[in-house]
C-alpha cells in the first residue's frame, strides 16, 4: 500500500499507523543522549528513515548509514539529511559486515530482533559486534512482551505485514542472547520503557566478539 501512495500520504499513513505503537520523538530523544560525539551510526534495518529526521535534528554531528535487506530504504528522509546518510538497500548485515568491519563508533538495531529467527539472532549480534570500532556501543530498540500494544503489534506483524515467525523478545531473554553471542562491558535499559511503554532502548557498551 505504501509504494502507490503519493509521498505526503505515505508519511501520514506511516506516521498514523507507527503512532499507535511507538513515539518516535521519545525514542530520538533518548538516543540523542547517548549516541557518542561525531558518531558514523549503523542504523540495521533502517526502513522509511523518519527516526533518523529526528535524530538528526537533533544531533548535527551525527552521520548513519542505512542498511537494509529491503530494495527500498530510507524513503521518508527528509531532503536537509540526504548529505549525511548514506543508503545499503538490498543487502544483509552480515554481507555489510563482511565489508564494513571495525568501521563504526556505534549502531543502531530498531525493532529488528523480533523479525531475526531466533536460531540466526546470535550470529545476527555476532555480525552487529563486528562492524563495530572498540569501544563502540550498540542501541537496540525493542519491544517487551505482555502489553496489550505489543500482542497488538505482534498481531500486526504476523497477519498484516506477513512476518509469521515473528517473536518478540523481553529485555531478560535479550540479555540472555547478548550474552551469548558477545562480551560486553554494560547493559542498560535507557528509560524509554518508562515513558513509552511497552518500547524499550537498551544499550550495550563496548561489545566484542567471543
Not at 498481531?155 to 509469521?164: A, I, M, N, V
Not at 515473528?166 to 524509554?192: H, K, M, P, Y
Request: hydrophobic residues 45%; proline residues 5%.
Amino acid at each position: 500500500m505504501r509504494r502507490i501512495l503519493p509521498a505526503r500520504a505515505e508519511k501520514l499513513a506511516a506516521d498514523t499507523y507507527r503512532g499507535l505503537f511507538v513515539d518516535l520523538d521519545k525514542v530520538a530523544g533518548c538516543l540523542a543522549k547517548h549516541v557518542p560525539d561525531g558518531a558514523l551510526l549503523l542504523d540495521v534495518g533502517g526502513g522509511d528513515g523518519d527516526l533518523l529526521n529526528r535524530l538528526l535534528a537533533l544531533r548535527a554531528d551525527l552521520s548513519v548509514d542505512m542498511v537494509d535487506i529491503a530494495d527500498r530504504v530510507g524513503a521518508l528522509l527528509d531532503v536537509r539529511f540526504e548529505a549525511r546518510v548514506r543508503r545499503f538497500p538490498s543487502t544483509t548485515l552480515e554481507q555489510h559486515a563482511s565489508a564494513h568491519a571495525g568501521l563504526y563508533r556505534a549502531a543502531l538495531i530498531r525493532d529488528v530482533m523480533h523479525h531475526v529467527p531466533p536460531g540466526q539472532r546470535v550470529a545476527f549480534m555476532y555480525a552487529v559486534a563486528t562492524c563495530l570500532q572498540p569501544g563502540g556501543v550498540v542501541f537496540i530498540k525493542d519491544v517487551q512482551p505482555g502489553h496489550p500494544l505489543a500482542t497488538l503489534g505482534w498481531f500486526c506483524d504476523r497477519y498484516l505485514s506477513g512476518d509469521k515467525g515473528v517473536s518478540l523478545v523481553s529485555i531478560a531473554a535479550l540479555r540472555g542472547l547478548v550474552d551469548q553471542a558477545v562480551a560486553t562491558e554494560g547493559f542498560e535499559e535507557l528509560g524509554l520503557i518508562e515513558i513509552d511503554r511497552p518500547n524499550y532502548l537498551v544499550r550495550l557498551s563496548s561489545p566484542t566478539v567471543r
